[in-house]
């Protein structure tokens, strides 16, 4: 089955990212297409240092037919950090399609985005999600009382929840979504790509 391969930054993300590109898939009634378990760098210095070495790990997986990096941007331009890549990436020559996503800030601000599901009994967060200096400590301050927002156990289970509807107020979440089409696309018509594209 064509699988898509994503890159990580990070190890709450490993488990997060794909829960919730498998919901998106499932979402479209995509069910001839996989997610495989995330490439983990272990920290966005490494990713964003080691960039060619996780592709080319990725690529070298005995199944890969896509792959999608997903990236925090705190707070610096998501678009010039996904540009910076695909320049990269060109040089690595990967033989199937990759996709880059900056979230913008953080993963996190997508959760905010749709915190009335992914927070029992929490107010709709009615502002810009994607503005909140750090979406992690805003989540820790909202958690039930005597809790901290805990990337490796709460990320995860708050993507379950996560509502992609509400999730589209975030720019950085349609993003991922155009990513992923593209990825789709790509794998079934036999093409091979970038995105974004310069």
Known sequence: MPTIVPIVEGDGDELAVPVLL?????????????????????GVGNLSTKLERFLRHAHGRPV??????????????PREIALGYVARARVVGCKCPVAFVIANRMYESWLVA??????CDAEPFDGDPEELHSPKAWLSDHMPQGLAYRET??????????????ARRCRSFRRLEAALDFLIDCIRTGKTGISPSS
């Open 22 to 42: 498998r919901r998106l898939l499932h979402a479209q009634s995509i069910f001839d297409m996989q997610i495989a378990r995330a490439v983990t760098a272990h």
């Open 64 to 77: 890969c037919h896509g792959i999608l990096v997903v990236q925090d941007g705190e707070g610096e331009c």
């Open 114 to 119: 749709s915190l009335a599901t992914v927070m």
């Open 153 to 166: 156990t709460d990320q995860a289970a708050m993507t379950v929840r996560l509502d992609p509807a509400l």
